[in-house]
Structures are given as C-alpha cells and as structure tokens.
C-alpha cells in the first residue's frame, strides 16, 4: 500500500465517522421518541416516548452511530501519526480511547431505553437511565475538549495552522459554552468539531503546507 492510499483510506475513516454518527443520529431520532429525550424532558415526554415500541430505524441508527466510534478511532491514530506524534500524540489517542468509551457507555444506556419502550418500563427508571445517558454524552464532549486540544497543538507545530487554529477555539467554546447552557450552545459545540474532522481529513491528503527558511547568518 502506498504512502497516498494508507492516507486516503484513513481520511475516509474520518469521513465515515461523520456520516455515520450525525445520519444515525438523525435516522433514530426521526423514527423514535426515545432518542431524543433529555434531562429537561418532563415526565410527559418520557410517558409518551415509552408508550409505544421504537421503530426499526431507530436500531438502524443506533448501529450506525455505534460502527461510527471504530472509525473515529482509526482517524485518531492517523491523524496524530501524520502530525508528528510525540507526548502530544500519546495524550491525543488517550482521550480519543477515553471518548469512544464514554460514548458506547451513552448509546448502550440510550439503547436500554429505546428496548424498554413498549415493554412496561416505568418512568422514573427511564428517567434514571436518561440522566446517566446524558451524563457520560456530556463527559464525553470534555474529552474530546481534549483531544482536540491535542491534537491542535500538534497542528500547529506541524505548520497546520487552521487545523490547529480551529480546534483549539472549538476546545474554548466548549469548555466556555457547556457550563452556560448544555442542552443549548453545549450541544452546538458538538456540531462543530465533527465539521472539524471533515476538514482535516481532506486537508491532510493534500500537499504537505510550505515552510518558510530562514537563512542562516554567518
């Protein structure tokens, strides 16, 4: 395999991972109530969602969300190999290890719910299940806070300075935004970095940035 196709197929990885998450997200969202409740959904919603089984799009989506997290994985592993590795990229693919963890532990939960429905579970064990849901969803938007972090550093020092740049002010909002509103400007900040992972993904591909000599002095 040469050097090229090695970085295509893992910028793929990033690609996929993408797509896969928000389209599974979406899809289980659009075919199922329990998806999509929170922890200021009332009792009514949690009732409502529970009242009837969930569709067949909503497993659909949940498979797709949880292969997304083995993709994500590959892209971390290629992403801090391609910019230089190092302690940084020790750090980068500790948290990226820590947030695909967080989030098989927030779909498993979600998945619970999304099998009791229809099946006589009660509203305040629902409601037990989206708390913990919501809790390891929200650890894991600080983790990956971390890996971008990271990896941003690494960016930077590769002369990747809009990887770079971009990740760390995605990290300050989210560590800025998160404790002012999570269901709200929180959960936009997890739009972003996943636009992020496109970017580099394609950006890495391409040529190597040019870096600037300096001539030595005599």
């Not at 098989?104 to 619970?112: C, E, K, M, T, Y």
């Not at 099946?119 to 989206?130: K, S, T, W, Y």
């Not at 590769?158 to 404790?179: E, K």
């Not at 040529?207 to 005599?218: G, I």
Request: hydrophobic share 55%.
């Amino acid at each position: 395999m040469t050097a090229r196709l090695h970085d295509r197929l893992f910028a793929a990885c990033g690609i996929l991972f993408v797509v896969l998450e928000l389209g599974g997200a979406f899809i289980a969202m659009g075919t199922g109530k329990t998806h999509g409740l929170t922890v200021s959904s009332t009792t009514s919603d949690i009732a409502t969602a529970l009242a009837r089984p969930v569709g067949t799009g909503t497993w659909v989506g949940a498979y797709m969300e949880i292969v997304s997290v083995f993709f994500f994985l590959a892209f971390a592993v290629w992403v801090t190999e391609k910019l230089g590795a190092g302690v940084l990229g020790s750090v980068a693919r500790l948290t990226a290890a820590a947030y695909a963890g967080a989030t098989i532990v927030s779909l498993g939960i979600g998945d619970a719910i999304s099998y009791g429905a229809g099946r006589g579970m009660a509203v305040p064990v629902a409601r037990g299940l989206v708390i913990a849901n919501e809790a390891a969803y929200v650890c894991s938007w600080f983790v990956i806070a971390g890996f971008l972090a990271a990896v941003g550093l690494l960016a930077l020092q590769a002369g990747r300075r809009f990887a770079g740049r971009s990740a760390l002010a995605i990290v300050a909002l989210t560590l800025v935004l998160t404790p002012l509103s999570v269901d709200n400007l929180g959960q936009f900040t997890q739009l972003l970095w996943p636009i992020w992972v496109v970017c580099v993904s394609i950006g890495l591909v391409r040529r190597e940035p040019r870096r600037v000599v300096t001539p030595a002095v005599a």
